[in-house]
């Protein structure tokens, strides 16, 4: 019996000719929809502004519509959040994420593990 | 009604630490399995020799058995195939992509085609 010692990796993309929308795009949102900051949400990712804002451009061009709304000035210098567009599709790309998962790793499971040593992933 | 004018793209590798299996190294052994040359294989590929000698190695060593076998010599200057481990191997990550694919396929459905003009793909 041979040990169980390798995991997988799975990364789901959406894309027209390029890809436009990932994980880190995602989780940026989210970030940005938790914080109300996009340069929070940026510095959490240790991702520059600019890199951040620019992906979220590709991403709002690509669909045809704005993920978030800045609300520029007063005491903090501002705030952004998600559209409620926005909003619903990073709702959709996570759950869309999470049930590949759900299922990569039964199906993982099935071709891998089941024939080494103790049947789980390290 | 948005039209639906976007797919995804999804990757799935094997690691350790590091990834060792994915789609490149599989579809190259499968190319050695079809031609019983690593030359061809690689070239179908636009890889070079040397890349794929390297990538096969790496896999290789980190599963801890062989997935190809080298004939040295002959009138056509020598042939490669796979072992019954590699091609037991190439097999599982054929269909565990296949498999992952087919569901994401249709999870895709279910969360981006719903609410779009055609229902379909481009």
Redesign the interface.
Known sequence: M?PC????????????EE??FGPGVAQLLRLVDQTGSLQTAAATMQMSYSKAWKIIRIAEK???FSMMERHVGGAGGGSSQLTALGRDFVD??E??QR??YD??DK??E???LTDCENGVRE
């Open positions: 041979k010692d390798f995991n997988y990796s799975l990364r789901v993309r959406l894309k027209k890809s436009f690509e669909l045809g959709r790309y759950s869309f049930d590949v299922v990569a199906l993982f099935k071709y891998f």
